[in-house]
C-alpha cells in the first residue's frame, strides 16, 4: 500500500470504532534546504512523539517566571560563533563537492586520452582542457583544505564557549525545574487523561488511540546547531479521527547547544 492510501485507510477503519479512543495520527516530515518545491519532504522516522493532556510549556514558564534567580541567556557570541560554523562548514562541503567533480572529470579525460591517437586534433583539443582543469583542480584542493582548516578551528573556539553556557544553564534547570515532575503529575490528574507516547515508523507516522479532550502534541528533532520543537494543541473529539502534521513551518527553531 502507497504512503498516500496508506493514512486514508487508517483514518478510515478509526471511524468504525467511533464509540471507543479516537485515532490520532501524526505525520512528521520535513523539506530538506537543497530539495525544490516540487521534491517530497523526507518522513521523520524514528521521531519519540508524546500527546501530553497539559501545556507543558505553560509549566515550564511558570517555573521559570518564579525561578530564585533569572535563566542565564545564551550570549550573542555564541550565536553567532555557531552561525560562523555552520557557514564555515557549508563551505568546505562546497568545495569538497567541487574537489570531488573535478577529479571524476579528469579521471573521465584523461581516460579518453589513454585511447586516443596523439596526431588527432581532438587529442589536442582534450588535452588543453584536461590540463586547464588540473590547474583549477588543484586550486579548489587548496581551497577545500583552508575551508576546513577554517571549519575546525571555528569549531573547536564554537564548542568550548557553547559548554560553559550549557553548564551555567544545565545548573539553573535542575534548581528551577526541581518540582516539574510534581506539577506535571497534578496537570495530568486534574485532566482526567493520559500522556501517550508513540515513535514514528519508517514513513513517519505514529498513531494514538486517545480519549476525548485537550492534548499538545511536542516532538524535538535535532539538526546540526538547531533544533525543531513542536508544542502543537489539539482538540480530540470521540468519533472523529484526526490527521496531525509536524513540518518546518509549524516548528520552532531552537539553538543546540
Same mark, same amino acid.
Given at each position: 500500500? *502507497? ?7 487508517i483514518?478510515? =477503519? ?5 464509540c471507543?479512543p &479516537?485515532?490520532?495520527v501524526? &505525520? ?15 518522513a521523520?522516522g ?11 510549556d ?5 517555573? *521559570?517566571?518564579? =525561578? ?6 545564551i550570549p550573542?557570541? /555564541? !550565536?553567532?560563533?555557531?552561525? $560562523?560554523?555552520?557557514?564555515s562548514?557549508?563551505a @568546505?562541503?562546497?568545495a569538497?563537492?567541487? +574537489? ?7 579521471? *573521465?579525460?584523461s581516460?579518453? !586520452? ?5 596526431q ?16 583549477e ?7 577545500r583544505d ?6 575546525t578551528?571555528l ?14 544553564r544545565?545548573? @539553573? ?8 515532575? /510534581?506539577?506535571?503529575?497534578a ?8 500522556? !501517550?507516547?508513540?515513535?514514528?515508523d519508517?514513513n513517519g ?9 485537550d492534548? @499538545?502534541?511536542?516532538a524535538?528533532?535535532?539538526l546540526?546547531?538547531t533544533?525543531?520543537? +513542536?508544542?502543537?494543541?489539539?482538540t ?6 484526526? $490527521? /496531525? ?11 543546540? !547547544?
Amino acid at each position: 500500500m *502507497t504512503r498516500s492510501n496508506f493514512l486514508p485507510a487508517i483514518l478510515g =477503519a478509526a471511524l468504525l470504532s467511533a464509540c471507543g479512543p &479516537t485515532q490520532v495520527v501524526v &505525520t512528521a516530515e520535513i523539506a530538506q534546504n537543497d530539495q525544490s518545491q516540487d521534491a517530497e519532504p523526507r518522513a521523520l522516522g524514528d521521531l519519540e512523539i508524546r500527546l501530553f493532556p497539559y501545556d507543558r510549556d505553560a509549566i515550564f514558564d511558570s517555573l *521559570t517566571a518564579t =525561578a530564585a534567580r533569572p535563566e542565564p541567556p545564551i550570549p550573542d557570541s /555564541v !550565536l553567532t560563533a555557531q552561525n $560562523q560554523v555552520a557557514e564555515s562548514q557549508q563551505a @568546505w562541503r562546497d568545495a569538497e563537492a567541487r +574537489w570531488n567533480t573535478l577529479r571524476d572529470t579528469l579521471r *573521465t579525460l584523461s581516460d579518453e !586520452l589513454d585511447q586516443m591517437n596523439r596526431q588527432q586534433g581532438q587529442y589536442r583539443v582534450l588535452y588543453n582542457e584536461f590540463q586547464d582543469m588540473e590547474d583549477e583542480y588543484a586550486d579548489v584542493e587548496d581551497e577545500r583544505d583552508a575551508a576546513f582548516e577554517a571549519f575546525t578551528s571555528l569549531q573547536g573556539a564554537s564548542l568550548a564557549a557553547a559548554q560553559e553556557i550549557r553548564l551555567l544553564r544545565e545548573t @539553573w534547570a535542575d534548581e528551577a525545574y526541581a518540582e516539574v515532575g /510534581v506539577a506535571m503529575t497534578a496537570h495530568e490528574r486534574a485532566s482526567g487523561l493520559q500522556v !501517550l507516547a508513540d515513535t514514528t515508523d519508517a514513513n513517519g507516522i505514529a498513531e494514538f488511540e486517545a480519549d476525548a479532550g485537550d492534548y @499538545w502534541v511536542t516532538a524535538r528533532y535535532e539538526l546540526p546547531y538547531t533544533e525543531l520543537y +513542536w508544542n502543537i494543541s489539539i482538540t480530540v473529539v470521540r468519533g472523529e479521527p484526526l $490527521q /496531525v502534521r509536524l513540518m518546518r513551518d509549524n516548528a520552532s527553531s531552537r539553538p543546540k !547547544l
